[in-house]
C-alpha cells in the first residue's frame, strides 16, 4: 500500500503563487508515476500535472502550461506542484495520486482557493 499526505492548499489573491506538496509513504519502491489532479465543484476529476518518476517525463493540463511546474525530491518521496499567477479557475480541490503497477493511490486532497 502508498500512502499520500498532501499539504500547502489555502486561500490566494489572483496573480499570486501557492506550493503543494505530497508525501508518499509505505511501497513507494514500485510507484510508477505521480500526479496532481483537481476538481471543482460540479466539474469531473482533471489531471493537472504528472510525473514519471523513471524518466521524469512531466506533462500538463493546457490550461496551467507555463504556470504550473511539477517536481520531486527523493530523499524525502516527495512531489510538489508550484503553482504562480492563479486564477480563480484554479479554484478546486487538488489531489495527488500515485500509480503503482495497476493500482492507483489517492490523497485526501487539499482546497486552493483563488480569490480577491
Known amino acids: 500500500q502508498v500512502q499520500l499526505a498532501e499539504s500547502g492548499g489555502g486561500l490566494v489573491q489572483p496573480g499570486g503563487s501557492l506550493r503543494l506538496s505530497c508525501a508518499a509513504s509505505?511501497?513507494?519502491?514500485?510507484?510508477?508515476?505521480m500526479g496532481w489532479y483537481r476538481q471543482a465543484p460540479g466539474n469531473q476529476r482533471e489531471l493537472v500535472a504528472g510525473l514519471t518518476l523513471f524518466s521524469g517525463y512531466t506533462n500538463y493540463a493546457d490550461s496551467v502550461k507555463g504556470r504550473f511546474t511539477i517536481s520531486r525530491d527523493n530523499a524525502k518521496n516527495t512531489v510538489y506542484l508550484q503553482m504562480n499567477s492563479l486564477k480563480p479557475e484554479d479554484t478546486a480541490v487538488y489531489y495527488c495520486n500515485a500509480k503503482r503497477y495497476s493500482q492507483d493511490f489517492w490523497g485526501q486532497g487539499t482546497q486552493v482557493t483563488v480569490s480577491s
Open positions: 509505505g511501497s513507494t519502491f514500485s510507484i510508477a508515476r
